[in-house]
């Protein structure tokens, strides 16, 4: 700052010796003065020194100037500076068209952001007019539930208008328990649900309807941490799977009473001690085994239908886990030792007393053991196995038969599906014992997996997790 203050001292300096020196100059000579005038010229003389000097600093200092702006790649990028040996106009203009240059440069990159930015624009328009012709409702929530798009349809399906639910989390506009909890598991902390899960509700008022809520989260970068929400309304299925259900029932229901009529006449032929070949006892004991393995189908049916349909209620007493296991081995011990297998049971003692409903819980621990039995190698293995962790009880029924293959893996607790193998499918099945198995575990909060590959066996683990319902204590 001192440098620049007597920089400009300087200059004034010099400026008023010239001006001075003009005026003494003029008015001696309008007077007619002879060597009066040469004073004027001396000072005149002082003033342009001055001047020139002033003019050469003036110079350097625009110089270093330029050179600084040169060196700054951010404001002329990629133009390299004028040769030290140019003059000073050919710098300054030099720089004066990098300057131009540089200028044009943001301008055009302003203008292809702003390009850029429309286009997003229009494709986000695009993309929600897409959604808004959707017949299902979408949401869209952001890593912190709160609600970022929802379309039209969700206020027909649940009530709420859109405008009512963006900038909002779920607890805030949904007054149904169900989907706040649901929805809550996508957005807390550690906790939050990585893969997509569903439920299914009844809204009443003048137009019941049945709505089904699916959630999972987005795994595109952009959006990290979002989750898609859709809603469906699902009453026509919901009316169709209702019907289906009950005319399976009821025709199971009607098949029972003419199978109980033949079991029992096969027994009353059976008791005959005279009269009767080895060829006619012999089509007895079809006809009975026939009897049996319809009998089963039918109760699988009745069984299945009931739990899908919402229909049978879980009926939870003590029980004492070795001892219902135990009974269960000793069951299905005699059918495999008909069939050359070894069977072996390692259940700890100290298992607890535990609440289940027993005879729902031994249909679908009969199923896993019939099945380890049936689908076995001669001289296979059949194992039953229970432990207890922390938080869980494991029940496995490990056998050493014939395997499944990954892709029946991922369908065999269909119902009525059969695997493909050939020699699974000469062992017969109808296909619901393992459907209904899973049924029965999910009854009771529990999980029904499954780890086997193709000739070396399958392992089926009923994992319970440890709650309040299923320690219960006796008083």
């Known amino acids: 700052m001192r440098s620049n203050s007597s920089y400009l001292r300087v200059l004034a300096f010099g400026g008023l010796c010239v001006v001075a020196a003009g005026l003494a100059y003029v008015l001696p000579s309008a007077a007619g003065g002879g060597a009066a005038c040469l ?18 600093r003036t110079q350097q200092r625009m110089r270093r100037l330029l050179e600084q702006a040169w060196t700054r790649d951010d404001l002329v990028p990629g133009v390299a500076p ?5 003059a000073l106009t050919d710098s300054f203009a030099a720089f004066l068209t990098a300057i131009e240059r540089r200028v044009g440069d943001l301008a055009d990159a302003q203008l292809d952001g702003f390009a850029h930015n429309r286009l997003v624009a229009y494709q986000k328009r695009c993309a929600e007019a897409a959604l808004e012709t959707l017949p299902d409702g979408v949401l869209i929530m952001d890593e912190s539930g709160v609600a970022t798009y929802a379309n039209g349809r969700i206020e027909a399906l649940i009530g709420v208008a859109a405008e009512a639910i963006v900038g909002r989390k779920p607890h805030e506009w949904c007054e149904r328990p169900e989907i706040v909890t649901l929805l809550s598991r996508y957005y807390s902390n550690v906790t939050r649900l990585r893969r997509g899960d569903k439920l299914e509700l009844t809204f009443e008022g003048d137009n019941v309807r049945r709505v089904a809520v699916w959630a999972r989260p987005l795994e595109a970068k952009r959006a990290a941490g979002s989750t898609m929400v859709v809603l469906r309304d699902v009453s026509s299925e919901a009316l169709a799977r209702k019907s289906r259900d009950d005319f399976v029932g009821h025709v199971a229901h009607e098949l029972k009473s003419p199978l109980n009529v033949i079991r029992m006449h096969t027994e009353l032929i059976a008791d005959v001690e005279d009269g009767l070949g080895a060829e006619a006892v012999n089509s007895l004991n079809v006809i009975e ?16 239908t009931r739990l899908e349909s919402g229909a049978l209620e879980i009926d939870r007493q003590r029980v004492k886990l070795t001892a219902m296991l135990e009974d269960a081995f000793e069951t299905v011990r005699r059918a495999a030792a008909a069939q050359g297998l070894t069977t072996s049971l390692d259940v700890s003692p100290r298992l607890g007393v535990v609440a289940l409903d027993k005879d729902l819980f031994r249909i679908a621990l009969n199923n896993l053991l019939a099945n380890a039995v049936k689908y076995n190698k001669p001289g296979g293995n059949v194992t039953l196995r229970a432990e207890e962790t922390d938080d869980a009880l494991l029940i496995q029924v490990i056998d050493s038969g014939l395997g499944i293959a990954a892709a029946d893996r991922a369908r065999i607790f269909e119902k009525f599906y059969r695997a493909e193998d050939e020699q699974a499918a000469a062992r017969g099945g109808h296909g619901l014992g393992l459907a209904l198995a899973r049924e029965i575990v999910a009854l009771h909060n529990g999980r029904l997996q499954v780890e086997s590959e193709p000739g070396e066996g399958s392992t089926f683990t009923i994992e319970l997790r440890k709650s309040a319902h299923l320690l219960q204590e006796a008083v």
């Open 39 to 56: 004073l004027p010229l001396a000072v005149l003389a002082i003033g342009g020194g001055v001047l020139l000097l002033a003019g050469l």
């Open 289 to 304: 085994d026939e009897v049996d393995r319809l009998a089963n189908l039918v109760n699988d049916l009745l069984s299945l």
């Open 82 to 86: 004028p040769a030290a040996g140019d």
